[in-house]
Nanobody
Framework: QVQLVESGGGLVQAGGSLRLSCVAS????????TGWFRQAPGKEREFVAG????????GVADSVKGRLDISRDVAKNTVYLQMNNLKPEDTAVYYC???????????????????WGLGTQVTVSS
């Protein structure tokens, strides 16, 4: 069982920045691909960014490209989502997820991921 814990969410004004963190309970977190998804009220959960097990390949949704970026710190067993120039439409609960089955690739679909965190709320005011 892998436990993922997100942190770093909060309330920020439009144009501001936040850095979300996802910490895994297992030392082998670096052998999983990791993704960030978000879900706004009344909307489906959507892919935001993903990174493979070595941090060699990343993927970012077109809607946030140029503003959000994903990275991995193997030593700290942590994956980050750096969010810059935030907009009100970025308001959502952000979830971290781990992919055990195909860690060498970036998964873009919810079904690619096995374990999920409970999420952290990001609210962007206009």
């Amino acid at each position: 069982q892998v436990q993922l814990v997100e942190s770093g969410g909060g309330l920020v004004q439009a144009g501001g920045s936040l850095r979300l963190s996802c910490v895994a309970s297992l030392r082998t977190f670096s052998t999983y691909a990791t993704g960030w998804f978000r879900q706004a009220p009344g909307k489906e959960r959507e892919f935001v960014a993903g990174i493979d097990w070595r941090g060699s390949n990343t993927g970012v949704a077109d809607s946030v490209k140029g503003r959000l970026d994903i990275s991995r710190d193997v030593a700290k067993n942590t994956v980050y989502l750096q969010m810059n120039n935030l907009k009100p439409e970025d308001t959502a609960v952000y979830y971290c997820a781990a992919d055990l089955r195909a860690p060498w690739r970036v998964g873009y679909d919810i079904s690619d991921y096995t374990y999920w965190g409970l999420g952290t709320q990001v609210t962007v005011s206009s």
